[in-house]
């Protein structure tokens, strides 16, 4: 039985070395950002950069959105009535995007991924507290997960809370272009840590050690 901190470490990063092939759906609102914004940069001409970079954003955020629509329904199903998990999926994809259209602030669409992070942690936060696992079980809702549940509910805060810091370090560290390369694999990364996170969870035993 592993008991060391570096041996939880080593777990982890052996688990990448197992992780499914990453869907190609990942890595298409990337690459709608990416084409689009030096595209609508030349198409607008200088000094169009701002208005260039939150229009290539908010396409890319829609297709992220349109790209994940029908499993967050699926899992707002698990908790609501349908006419709510409608309404509660239909406001969370709309209202992110409302705002950045009326801003047309490269920061805000920055921003605007903090604040995912911050929702999301901060309901994974609550249900910690307050003990529950609502919310890991509609992500994980196989009866196998059941037991996992508790250490995935707080997992999920470290995950959110820890991406959101590096998403402020690197809106201060570098330029809104160069951030745009972050947001463009963001899926791809955010997918892989979360799979190992996972594994790493469901290898531990009821001791919070590694088996």
Known sequence: MYR?????????????????????ALFIPGAVLLLGYPLLSVMLGDGH?????????IAALAVRIGLG??????????RYSALQAAIYALAFAAVPLLVLVL??????????QSVFYVVIGGVFLIDAIKGRTDTAASF???????AHLPN??????????????LNETLIQAVGAPQWLLFWAVLP????MVLRALV??????????HPV
């Open 152 to 165: 995935l509910t707080r997992m999920m805060v470290v995950y959110n809370f820890a991406f959101l810091l």
């Open 103 to 112: 801003a047309d602030d490269p920061l805000w669409c920055q921003r605007m």
């Open 69 to 78: 629509f029908e499993g967050m329904v699926r899992r707002m199903l698990t």
């Open 140 to 146: 994980w809702p196989d009866m196998e997960m059941r």
């Open 4 to 24: 060391q901190p570096f041996d939880l470490v080593r777990l982890f990063l052996s688990l990448f070395q197992d992780l499914p092939p990453v869907s190609r």
């Open 188 to 191: 791809v990364i955010g997918h």
């Open 199 to 208: 594994l790493t969870v469901i290898n531990l035993d009821d001791d919070g």
């Open 49 to 57: 950069g701002g208005q260039a970079f939150a229009t290539a954003f």
